[in-house]
């Protein structure tokens, strides 16, 4: 296992970065192909431009629609990277995903399912009939170090465990960005020309809302932490916050709807202070916008009765909650 080597924000060099990792990349996949994964979250929105830097016509950019992610988010994505002269073909996964999420309720059992069906299922079929070698994705060092400290498995740590991509997959993992935390990825994101809209979101994990559904993952169950994501991200985008987010508990609790004891869901917010994910403290928020959050949520979400906010530090607890 290589030992991988931060560069730190203060030392990074984005022009001299960006085009050493242009010539790396070119210069592994050679007069071959790519397959690259975009998420439209700032990782892979870096590293999709990147590899569009290097290779043009020879990258196949694919937005996995798992059925997992934000409001209307396959869409918006594609139409942006489309405005940017970067074609990305969209590709309907849902069903592979939630088969494979079936009835499984432990964190690390899910984020094994979703490496599985994204890595073997979805992009080995892809790198098949691409004839590619090689897929490009937007591992970062924190990334690494949460899953080798054993901390949290993020979905896409692979060689870091001793996984050969070759033998497992049929095809090699490039990792551009794996030197860097997500300060410096927003710095590379605004070096290569990015909209404020990409390079600037808050972060957004791999498992999408499957990270934000405690127990089973089930279409119903990502819908309804899908509906509580938007109104805290309208709610929460004004605060300048690093990341702030919406989760579903799976226990139920006592509630009151229609002037009728309600046994309803609870959805627990947390809004993040933080440079590199590394460590983070809980935004301040006004009693009056907590108030908001909880009036909007009750009213917008079917069957919540309970909305809760996060107060415990990064560590012990974690950014994400699964």
């Not at 405005?83 to 690390?108: H, N, S, T, W, Y």
């Not at 070698?133 to 054993?150: C, I, M």
């Not at 109104?231 to 987010?245: H, K, M, N, P, R």
Request: aromatic share 6%; glycine share 8%; net charge positive.
């Amino acid at each position: 296992m290589t030992k991988i080597k931060e560069i730190p924000l203060l030392e990074l060099k984005p022009k001299s970065f960006i085009k050493t990792k242009i010539n790396e990349i070119a210069s592994m996949v050679g007069d071959g192909f790519a397959v690259n994964a975009l998420s439209g979250g700032v990782d892979s929105s870096v590293v999709t431009m990147l590899g569009f830097k290097a290779l043009g016509a020879r990258l196949k950019t694919c937005f996995i629609d798992s059925g997992l992610m934000r409001h209307k988010e396959p869409q918006y994505v594609v139409s942006i990277f489309k405005k940017m002269g970067v074609p990305v073909e969209l590709i309907d996964a849902k069903k592979q995903f939630f088969d494979a999420l079936k009835g499984v309720e432990d964190p690390e059992k899910k984020r094994e399912a979703i490496t599985h069906v994204f890595y073997k299922i979805v992009f080995g079929d892809l790198v098949k009939k691409s004839s590619a070698k090689f897929l490009l994705q937007g591992t970062n060092y924190t990334d690494v170090e949460e899953t080798v400290a054993g901390i949290k498995r993020q979905h896409n740590i692979l060689a870091q465990l001793g996984i050969d991509t070759k033998e497992a997959y049929g095809y090699h993992v490039l990792e551009p960005l794996i030197e860097l935390r997500k300060s410096g990825i927003r710095k590379i994101g605004k070096a290569l020309g990015l909209p404020d809209e990409l390079y600037k979101r808050p972060p957004f994990p791999g498992p999408a809302l499957s990270a934000r559904v405690i127990g089973e993952v089930t279409p119903e169950r990502v819908e309804i932490v899908r509906k509580a994501t938007k109104i805290v991200e309208e709610e929460l985008s004004d605060t300048g916050a690093f990341q702030y987010l919406a989760i579903l508990h799976e226990d139920r609790v006592t509630g009151i709807t229609k002037g009728k004891r309600d046994f309803g869901l609870q959805i627990e917010v947390r809004c993040w202070e933080s440079t590199d994910a590394k460590i983070a403290v809980p935004t301040r928020l006004s009693h009056d916008k907590l108030m908001k959050l909880g009036d909007r949520i009750t009213a917008g979400v079917p069957g919540v009765v309970s909305v809760t906010y996060n107060i415990a530090r990064k560590p012990p607890s974690t950014i994400e909650a699964i």
